[in-house]
């Protein structure tokens, strides 16, 4: 089930009584019938699909991968030409696995969603402690750029620098200035960016995401606004629990953005979603998970201030990359 500010779509039917097995009913009937419902469900799947703008299949595949990164390069080695079968044969998925139930279950979304999935590149860079990954789908049709969350004193170091730093003086857009120092440091979004256009000149017709978790939701909308400025291909952002990155101006820019969509997804009462709270503005189409299975679609900023204040927004528990993936899962549209 999902709900909006305008309408809400139930996923799960009513039983059809023409369903039941009755004695008088042939079974081309039976057939004809079982038939019909199997084509009003998925009616109903893409009328919420075109409700929420994205697939929820889309956007679990995002969080998979955005999961995963966290493990890659530190429990899973990280290795050349990589590719979500090699992944999953070096964690071993099953009894000898020593990634934890709920990303084994990304794992194997990924192998039957993603089967010909490949790691194009992945960036490690010690000194401003920055993690991406590109792959690349030829079965979607799709290249992701993957930025890691928070996880080191280093990353939290970025994340406290709440001053902000102009990147646009004509438009007047000031951004959070850890936030833009860690993904410019070392020209490491120009590496990314220069990857990118390589592989467009290949794959000419391929959707670009953009994507992370907390400080990689704050670094996945920044790097999708700046990239927006350097292809005319279409960007979606998809980020999850990301804080806000910059002020009204940057607002309006993003916003203006013809070739630039984004997905903002946050989990119930995820504190980190509050901040930084003074002069700092989110942006994007916003998804709640919410506890009773229904997500919300909050498009065009039609949400109240207290939405995403620490009057609602309280809860560390929420913000989790793991309490998203149950709900996620539990919130289908």
Known sequence: MISSTTKSI??????????????????????ETVETVKTAETVDSIEASNLAGISHN?????????????DYG??????????????????????????????????????????????????????SDLQVGITLSEKNKRINIVFRGSESMYDW?????????CINKEKNVYVHRGFYGQLTKNKNHEVVTAKIKTLLETYTDYHIFVTGHSLGGALSTLYGYMLSNE???????????????????????????SNLDHYRITNNNDIVTAFPSFFYYHVGNNIRLERNNTASFLYNYSYGWWDYSVLKCYSPRDHFCEEYYKYLCENKW
């Open 10 to 31: 139930d996923n799960i039917r009513e039983p059809v009584d023409t369903v039941e097995p009755v004695e008088t009913v042939d079974t081309v009937e039976t057939v």
């Open 58 to 70: 889309d956007v679990h595949d995002l969080l998979s991968v955005t999961m995963l990164i966290y």
């Open 231 to 257: 292809i005319e291909q279409n960007i979606t952002v998809v980020s999850f629990a990301s804080p806000r990155v910059g002020n009204y101006d940057w607002k309006k820019a993003f916003d203006e953005k």
């Open 74 to 127: 530190k429990t899973v080695d990280c290795v050349p030409n990589d590719s979500i079968e090699n992944f999953a044969s070096r964690c071993k998925i099953g009894d000898e696995c020593t990634l934890p139930l709920i990303k084994q279950q990304a794992v194997a979304h990924l192998r039957e969603n993603s089967s010909d999935g490949k790691i194009i590149e992945f960036i490690n860079d010690c000194d």
């Open 157 to 165: 170091y970025y994340d406290l620098k709440f001053l902000k730093t």
